[in-house]
């Protein structure tokens, strides 16, 4: 008789549904690593607005930049007792709206 095995990976990749504080909290207090994807929210644009962040770009996996794309690293929790994490956000230069000023080289390979 043969028997499944339990996964001994501990990693989590879920979408918007799972960006709460329960679940990342979880995560964290049991080395879990975890990657979620989430839309842009109010709040979020509020944080990136006030901060004096450093875009950089986003990389293939050879290293090259990628046009119109940018990546930013920050420190961040979620209410008031949350645990503290790394968010990543990740925005595109969106055909149509180059016009705005993103603040951002859209020759990126030059960087």
């Known amino acids: ?3 499944l095995k339990a996964p001994t990976s501990k990693k989590l990749r879920i979408d918007a549904a799972g960006y709460q504080a ?3 909290d979880y995560c964290l207090e049991n080395d879990i690593e975890f990657s979620i994807r ?3 929210c109010q709040s979020l ?3 990136l607005v006030d901060k004096d962040n450093q875009w950089q770009p986003l990389v293939d996996k050879k290293g090259k930049a990628i046009d119109g794309q940018a990546t930013f ?3 961040h929790f979620m209410g008031d007792k949350g645990k503290v994490f790394d968010l990543i ?5 969106v055909t149509g709206q180059v016009e705005l000023d993103l603040d951002l080289d859209l020759n990126l390979n030059k960087l």
């Open 73 to 75: 690293r920050m420190r």
């Open 22 to 24: 329960s679940i990342i």
């Open 89 to 93: 956000v990740q925005r595109s230069v």
């Open 1 to 3: 008789m043969h028997y």
């Open 45 to 47: 644009k509020d944080i």
């Open 38 to 40: 989430a839309k842009m």
